[in-house]
């Protein structure tokens, strides 16, 4: 009896120290709950979302971050600060974004809403799910179209690529490609790298020249603010597949040596792959048929592009804004060697 006794007043004191240790779990798991939050900032195109816990012991950890929405892709989906770039709608949304730490199962929710924004994906082909993009449009027109330009109209990707820059650079810039052509070549002939920069250094355009090293070499200079002139051969660079989509080249090159100067304005990456945002001057009055240009907002692969100019000009020329071009290049210009386009 002593013993049944005994066993009965061991189990009720183990018994109570879980059910004890249950609330304590549990008060911790509330606490946690109740310290962490997801904070956001609506930001240009993209919301800013961080996973905030005032805990000190929490300063580094992984995160596991999802959306309601299936049109919304959250970039790096395991860290604490994260992003989402804007879906495209035609009226301002709300979503629903959970956050949680990677160890828990317990999760923190926010619903943010967000604007209405079109950035053409479906449209242009691009696809619908928008991981990142860094577009430097003006809001002033500053594409031209070479096959406007003349007697050299057929080669005057050189003199109208330089124009444009120009343009995107200063507002007020009333020059034309027939200006520059008369300056530089006026009898004819491709335009080369170094008249590029002549020209620019004539109407006094801070610009830069860099290798290309890789394909961060130029996304990292456009999400910076700036723009860049490239000289590559067309022919690398993929033929579309759909004529209604903003993608790929939508003229002929029948063969290697198609030198040519575009100029990149943008980066777009989405689940269908990473694309540059360029102007290509050699519309030659090719539109689509809403009756836009299709050397506005084309977008080539990034990947082709890279290839391309590896094979033709392994160097950009930058445009910047800030005035500021003596610590983005330590190239000595006279090493750099000179290339054509057309």
């Known amino acids: 009896m002593k013993k049944l006794l005994l066993l009965f007043i061991l189990g009720f004191i ?18 946690k709950l109740i310290d962490s939050k997801i904070k956001y900032e609506i930001k240009e195109d993209r919301v800013i979302l961080e996973y ?18 299936a049109k919304v892709f959250i970039n790096d989906g395991e860290k604490s600060k994260t992003f989402f770039v804007f879906p495209d709608s035609e009226h301002s949304r709300q979503v629903t974004v959970h956050a949680r730490l990677k160890t828990e199962s317990n999760s923190v929710s926010s619903t943010i809403e967000i604007p209405a924004f079109n950035d053409n994906l479906a449209i242009y082909g691009l696809g619908v799910l928008a991981k990142d993009r860094a ?14 330009t003349g007697e ?28 520059a052509r008369s300056m530089f070549r006026p009898e004819g002939g491709w335009w080369y790298t170094s008249d590029i920069q002549k020209y620019l250094n004539h109407h006094n ?16 200079q456009i999400k910076a603010g700036n723009i860049a002139i490239i000289c590559l051969d067309m022919y690398y660079i993929s033929d579309e597949e ?44 090719e539109k ?8 506005i907002n084309r977008y080539y692969k990034v990947e082709d592009v890279i290839e391309s ?34």
Request: proline share 4%; charged share 30%.
């Open 135 to 148: 577009s430097n449009d003006v809001d002033y027109g500053c594409y031209l179209d070479q096959g406007t």
């Open 288 to 295: 689509y048929i809403t009756g836009e240009l299709k050397g």
């Open 205 to 220: 355009v801070p610009y830069f020249v860099n290798q290309i090293r890789d394909k961060s070499s130029l996304i990292d």
């Open 14 to 31: 183990l018994f109570s120290c879980d059910e004890d240790n249950e609330v304590e779990i549990q008060k911790v798991v509330e606490e």
């Open 242 to 285: 759909n004529p209604k989509e903003h993608i790929d080249k939508f003229y002929h090159t029948a063969k290697e040596g198609w030198g040519h100067f575009i100029l990149i304005k943008g980066y777009r990456n989405t689940e269908r792959g990473e694309y540059f945002e360029v102007y290509d001057p050699y519309s030659m009055g």
């Open 52 to 69: 905030a816990s005032v805990k000190p012991d929490e300063m580094d950890y992984s995160c596991v971050w999802n959306c309601e929405d």
């Open 152 to 179: 050299f109209a057929g080669i005057n990707c050189g003199p109208t690529t330089t124009t444009m820059a120009i343009k995107w650079y200063n507002k007020d810039f009333a020059g034309t490609p027939e200006d």
């Open 309 to 342: 100019t590896g094979l033709w000009w392994k160097y950009y020329i930058g445009i910047t804004k800030d005035g500021n071009v003596k610590k983005k290049s330590s190239l000595n210009l006279e090493d750099i060697p000179d290339a054509k386009g057309r």
